[in-house]
């Protein structure tokens, strides 16, 4: 429990190898000793309250809690490169290890270091990782992906990117004391939503938004929109230079559940003395990191899912650092919240080895149009079937179900019950509880008239009562069908096998519930609108109306595979 009183050294100044200062605040014990270190460096302002308040409770247990702000930003000197850019001048890797060496070394520090950060804190923790300062001697690692493109599976998430690039160009607004804009996150993200979002994810051609809505970060955002078809930063490349243990936490509705698999590397890549030490935690939560709440969405999912970033925080350091005998000790390295069952669960791998990917199979009479349709999901494979049909028009696009700050959750699926351009597939009321825990993929005979056109994927949960929330979602630009590397346009009217993966997703569903699949073209803005014309998105103003047919006969079974795991 918490029992020391905190002190607070604000702005100390490490010099960087290249003479760049950044600076940090220090979060120590009063008194005498010396404690763990705990490294977190962040583009979001070290004097954000999250930041103050996990620092204070951290340091309050008997840690010394650095919050540094990144290069570039806020106090830091420099300039600032955003984790999308073209890395040929990358600091973030010794940036990080020179800041956990002058942490190991501050006067209140035992010289033990490890890390943490949420999201693009985590961006910047995996390079400290990889960095392999000899301080780091264990990591923490929440809410990120481990290839950028798997992130947004190859199609600009024009919501958050816009929303985010706004929120992130107050700071540079203020060091250039430019007057065209908001000078604070919180200032910017109120403005956004209440002025500039509805003008500026509508706009056509993207790239001709005003500059100056952008700030400094305008040439940065620009650089990004072409890169669509090239990876931009795998972590993978970090995995095999692993040498402490790893703990990794995410969430079923985390938008960045690619943590899961930055699991799998290092897990692999894992050298003998690591084997068994790496740790992953999924919760039955979003993309958030100060609260982990019981209650996200409509669902409650009960007292279990409650849990506190610094009680996860603290639990991993003081079992490595502190030699503190706590859960780490002897549950399984892979903590599960199981969905519907509302309870945690332990397994030795992910995915789990007992798994049995089961085929649910795509069936209508041709009109599986809105949630009244005739399309059904079973295991009985199809024979003679007509395809269902509708009409994509990217200037009226399936509208994303997703909370205000353009982040991912469970979300009441009814107000798109009517759009006929959603063709649903469910099946009927089980008969039994069915587990499906793990990474599922729609394989998804279809034809459109376009060079180019998006297909999208979204499993929900309907309960007795007709609620439907929404579990996990994909999507499938089909120029992307061979692979990001390997871009190729369509034949119009020609029919293809879309293999189109899904996050993963872990939950019971019970007797009497429905397990139910929306197949779209379209999910904006969390995603860009395929425009349908095969010109590059960022330039292209024109908007075509696409007719799409999905297949599900005998010769073109398109079925959703579950990862279901035995009673």
Known sequence: MPDHKVIVESNAKAVMRDGTVLRADIYRPEGGGKYPGILCRTPY????????????????????????????????????????????ENFDEADGYDSCEWVAELPWCEGSVGTFGHSNASWLAWHLIGSQPPSLKAGLISGIFKDAMDLNFGVFETGRRLEWTYMMAADMRRKAEDPTGPHTPAVAMQRWDDVERGKYIWWLPLETIPGEIFSTLNDQLHAYYPEQNIEHSRFGEFHPRVTQPIYLITGWWDRLIGTVDNYQGVVENAPDELKGQHRLIIGPWGHDATQYERKIGPVDHGPDADSKYADLISDWYDFQFKGVSNHFNSEDPVQLFVLGADKWRGEREWPLARTEYTEFFLHSGGHANTVMGDGTLSTDAPAVESPDQYKYDPQDPVMSLMRSDSQAAPVDQSPHDHRRDIVVYQTPPLKEDIEVTGPIQLKLWARTDGLDTDWTAKLAVVYEDGLAVNLTYGIMR???????????????????????????????FKKGQRIRLYVSSSDFPNFDRNHNTGKPFWSDAELRVAQQAVFHDADHPSRLILPVIPA
């Open 45 to 88: 302002q070290k004097l954000t309250p999250r930041y103050v308040e996990l620092a204070t409770s951290l340091a309050s247990r008997g840690y010394v809690a650095v919050i540094q702000d990144q290069r570039g930003r806020y106090a830091s000197d420099g300039d600032y490169i955003w984790m999308w850019r073209d890395r040929t």
């Open 478 to 508: 089909a120029e992307y069908r061979k692979g990001y590397e390997n871009p190729a346009l369509l034949e119009p009217g020609e029919l293809y096998e879309y293999s189109i993966k899904l996050n993963p997703t872990g939950i019971l």
